[in-house]
């Protein structure tokens, strides 16, 4: 066990990861926009530090990092969760202010965080850590009108590499997992019907996104001589693999 920063830490998948690290013994940094969330998802789970953050405003970031240097002195573990799926448009019609917005939450603000750490883990004694990045299906193949999410996640596996080759020499671990038609607010409507790549609208099947928190825990609990790379979870029957 360890210490461990999530964001996006006060819904969905997040939530899901949290509590299963801090069911597991981990004490963790509950990072989000908004501290109500937050408190909901430290409720009686453990050794919890709630942590308003703003992914996209480096102050906010730092202050995040401070806060957890200040509370337990190290860093073991960041998983970089916090995103939105901006705007859903074709190309031609995603305005810039909405490209923009995504791109600041789902890769610069991941670049941030993994900033901050990578740089606690490498002067620390013991030293080293591990960064696992949430990728999502998307980094891999899109779904129709997400040009925005999809160029973000794309990207995230180029940070997962960068990270993964730069963090060798100081023990740092990085690793990326990609989340399929986990259930959470997000995903409710799939059940109604989701816009396919023909045109199409069917509905899509979902998973448990507790499953989600214990394949992050798997990931975590490697020897730092040990790393997944990438992990894809996903509803087992969702319109992923082959033609649909």
Same mark, same amino acid.
């Given at each position: ?56 405003a480096p102050d906010s970031v ?28 074709? /190309?031609?019609?995603?305005? %810039? ?6 791109? !600041?939450?789902? $890769?610069?603000? +991941?670049? =941030? ?87 199409? /609208?069917?509905?899509?099947? %979902? ?6 928190? !214990?394949?992050? $825990?798997?990931? +975590?609990? =490697? ?22």
């Amino acid at each position: 066990m360890g210490v461990a920063v999530i964001t996006g830490a006060g819904s969905g998948v997040g939530r899901s990861i949290a509590t299963a690290l801090l069911r597991a013994g981990w004490q963790v940094a509950l990072a989000g926009r908004r501290a109500g969330p937050l408190e909901q998802t430290a409720a009686g789970e453990g050794s919890a530090l709630v942590a308003p953050t703003d992914v996209t405003a480096p102050d906010s970031v730092a202050a995040l990092f401070d806060a957890v240097h200040r509370r337990w002195g190290r860093l073991d573990l960041l998983v970089n969760n916090a995103g939105v799926f901006g705007p859903s448009a074709p /190309v031609d019609e995603v305005d %810039v202010a909405g490209w923009q917005a995504t791109v !600041d939450t789902n $890769l610069t603000g +991941a670049f =941030l965080c993994a900033r901050h750490a990578f740089a606690m883990m490498k002067a620390q004694r013991p030293r080293g850590g591990r960064i696992i990045n949430n990728g999502s299906i998307s980094a891999h193949t899109p779904r129709p009108n997400s040009v925005a999410y999809t160029a973000t996640k794309h990207a995230i596996t180029g940070l997962t590499k960068s990270i993964s080759l730069d963090g060798r020499a100081f023990d740092i671990a990085c690793g990326q997992i990609d989340i399929g038609n986990a259930a959470t607010e997000m995903t409710r409507r799939f059940a109604g019907g989701v816009l396919q790549a023909d045109g199409s /609208v069917a509905p899509e099947p %979902v998973f448990d996104s507790r499953h989600v928190g !214990d394949a992050v $825990l798997y990931m +975590a609990s =490697l020897p730092l001589d040990a790393n997944v790379e990438f992990l894809t979870i996903m509803a087992t029957a969702m319109p992923y693999v082959g033609r649909g």
